[in-house]
């Protein structure tokens, strides 16, 4: 959706609202892309199409796959390409893998539906964590989340923070960044697409990945929000400013991705001596958030063409005062046993229920 002529009320954390206003001095608001809620019915003739990527035609290569303009495995079911090729799709997919890869546990405990309307299992490759949604009694959208070792779970009853580490599955962090980017350069404007021509080309190949990887910086936003999946694009305001044309935002649950869409022909005589200017923009919202919610804010390196293993982290609070009136449930039966202690080390399952959740339970504290 274009926001041309169209008036907005947008919104952002307090502490952010100067770093927004500095963002938009340089910056319009160009693009909304929501992804739809029903499938798309309408396509052009087959005989018609072309590749936005690699540029061949219906005669040139075959135009068979659903290809998702932002990944399926991000919640976008509808949001389907007409113009990028089946060769290039199964290219991207490849990226798309390691996003996934990248993502680690988040997926499932957002309960991210895939390609089968499942909720996906995550299993670490040492096996020392899973997660995966289940019934429990009443609830039908729980997650379990397992520490097969007993060294994952690291749970401060007295401050209320719990932390899972991890392991994640290994990924080519370049790759994650070209999945961002190939999202970005799915959803400019057709008569923008010119100007990327270098880009794209670094996109469908690998052999200019060392060169790409010098623009792999993506700013990365934590929010205590969670947002349905969707895309914002902006354009600078002024083409004589050291500013990048384009910027993309990736909103996703609770995560913000932003990046810079690079090597655009007007934008090119400021990579030699003339530096090039990068600004980030805070999340913002269409609607007020809560006083309370939360903000953090990094820039991720995604510059790296080899493999690389590291630890993930899930970290969320809890009500420490909830903890010294806690009692014992047997998870199969329901019966309460009020006289066993709290002891954190002791957890082995943690599982999540929807806000508003209820969970019945048989009181057997008086039976002798």
Do not use: W
């Amino acid at each position: 959706m274009s926001t041309e002529d169209i008036p907005l009320i947008m919104y952002t954390f307090p502490k952010h609202l100067e770093d927004v206003q500095k963002f938009f001095t340089h910056y319009l608001l160009e693009e909304i892309v929501l992804p739809p809620t029903s499938a798309r019915t309408k396509f052009p003739p087959y005989e018609e199409r072309i590749c936005r990527f690699c540029k061949r035609n219906s005669k040139e290569t075959s135009f068979k796959t659903d290809s998702h303009v932002i990944p399926h495995a991000l919640g976008n079911k509808y949001l389907v390409a007409d113009d990028e090729c089946d060769q290039c799709n199964k290219l991207f997919s490849t990226y798309e893998n390691c996003l996934v890869d990248y993502l680690g546990i988040h997926r499932t405990v957002f309960s991210s539906r895939g390609k089968k309307n499942k909720v996906p299992k995550f299993k670490s490759p040492d096996a020392g964590l899973t997660a995966s949604n289940t019934h429990f009694q009443t609830i039908e959208k729980a997650i379990i989340i397992e520490d097969n070792n007993g060294s994952a779970f690291n749970i401060d009853d007295v401050s209320g923070k719990t932390t899972i580490n991890y392991k994640k599955h290994s990924y080519i962090p370049i790759f994650v960044y070209k999945a961002l980017l190939k999202v970005a350069l799915s959803l400019i404007k057709e008569t923008y697409l010119p100007a990327y021509t270098e880009t794209i080309k670094m996109l469908i190949t690998d052999h200019s990945d060392n060169f790409l990887s010098s623009f792999a910086k993506v700013g990365a936003a934590y929010t205590s929000l969670h947002m349905k999946t969707h895309c914002l694009i902006f354009r600078k305001q002024s083409a004589t400013e050291s500013f990048p044309t384009h910027v993309f935002q990736l909103y996703y649950e609770n995560l913000v991705f932003q990046l810079f869409i690079p090597l655009n022909k007007e934008d090119c005589e400021y990579y030699g001596d003339r530096a090039l200017n990068i600004i980030y923009c805070p999340p913002i919202f269409f609607q007020p958030e809560a006083e309370d919610e939360k903000c953090s804010f990094e820039i991720l390196d995604l510059s790296g063409t080899q493999k690389v293993k590291e630890t993930g982290t899930l970290s969320m609070m809890f009500d420490p005062e909830a903890t010294k009136n806690l009692s014992a449930m047997n998870p199969f039966t329901g019966e309460v046993e009020s006289n066993v202690k709290f002891n954190p080390k002791n957890i082995a399952k943690i599982m999540l229920v929807p806000s508003g959740a209820s969970i019945p339970i048989i009181n057997n504290s008086k039976k002798s």
